[in-house]
């Protein structure tokens, strides 16, 4: 009997890892609070629903965020946790139907989106060539991940997230190392750099460690960005146009959208390019 692993699926290749709001209550729509600002056209309170909330728990104006002034959230991304809660954690029941698990739900959301994330994370590692010296560990970080997943409601709001992270973040970390080893020269580290409004036009940012950066408003125009680790970067209105981001580690849907840039722009195998970006090369 074979004793091979089966060959790992890219995070962006698996639903379980992606929002399918056909599968939720409006958890997003409902749990998380936000207020007026350029991002949102109103204030809203956690546990409150939005007021483009819909009884099929569909947004009313989901074509039209960005103009309506909710852009916010076309960039937020939930990494599957909102299924996962409506579905799995309470069975297909929801809010409405049950106002008495209301309350419980929305506090579960939060934490299994975190949980979810570091999921899409390791995912990702496991699917990388160059992090192979430490895919047993990542596999095994990714089961007992998993199973906090699908603990009870109780389970999930009373663990330990940061310490979760911590112990993820530490495998994560080796893969970013890993990957940025197999790139030819030096390369930068922006570990946790301030960059807002950095002009880098045209950069050589190939493998450059841009883990939690604060890139926005950041000029990345041209920038060179193969192979970078942007886990945790802060891409807000970041000029990518013309960039490229082939092979780039770590970075999620959530951050492209945040960011502007062109038909020029090269990404990552699986992330899709937004319909806002301009379509000028």
Not at 82 to 100: A, C, H, L
Not at 193 to 214: F, M, P, S, V
Request: overall charge positive; some cysteine; glycine content about 10%.
């Amino acid at each position: 009997m074979s004793s091979r692993q089966p060959a790992p699926v890219p995070a962006t290749d698996r639903p379980d890892l992606r929002s399918d709001c056909s599968h939720c209550f409006g958890l997003c729509c409902v749990a998380l609070p936000f207020a007026a600002s350029s991002d949102f056209a109103s204030t809203k309170d956690a546990g409150t629903p939005c007021g483009n909330l819909q009884a099929d728990f569909r947004c009313g104006i989901h074509t039209r965020l960005r103009e309506k002034g909710y852009r916010g959230c076309t960039v937020f991304e939930c990494f599957g946790a909102g299924q996962k809660v409506s579905q799995i954690t309470f069975g297909g029941e929801d809010w409405r139907q049950n106002p008495g698990s209301a309350r419980q739900m929305f506090a579960v959301f939060p934490v299994l989106r975190q949980l979810q994330e570091l999921l899409h994370y390791l995912a990702e590692g496991l699917s990388l060539p160059a992090a192979r010296p430490v895919h047993p560990e990542l596999r095994r970080a990714f089961e007992a991940t998993e199973r906090l997943t699908l603990g009870t409601a109780e389970e999930i709001t009373a663990l330990d997230v940061p310490a979760v992270r911590q112990e993820v973040n530490t495998l994560l970390l080796r893969v970013g190392e890993l990957v940025r080893a197999g790139v030819p020269g030096r390369t930068r580290n922006h570990r946790g750099a301030d960059l807002i409004g950095a002009r880098l036009k045209g950069a050589n940012l190939r493998g450059a460690n841009l883990r939690g950066a604060c890139l926005i408003a950041a000029d990345l125009n041209r920038a060179d960005l193969r192979s970078a680790d942007l886990i945790g970067a802060d891409l807000r209105d970041a000029d990518l146009s013309g960039a490229d981001l082939t092979g780039a580690i770590f970075l999620t849907q959530a951050q492209v959208n945040a960011a502007r840039g062109d038909a020029a722009t090269r990404l990552p195998t699986g992330l899709d390019r937004p319909a806002h970006w301009s379509a000028a090369r």
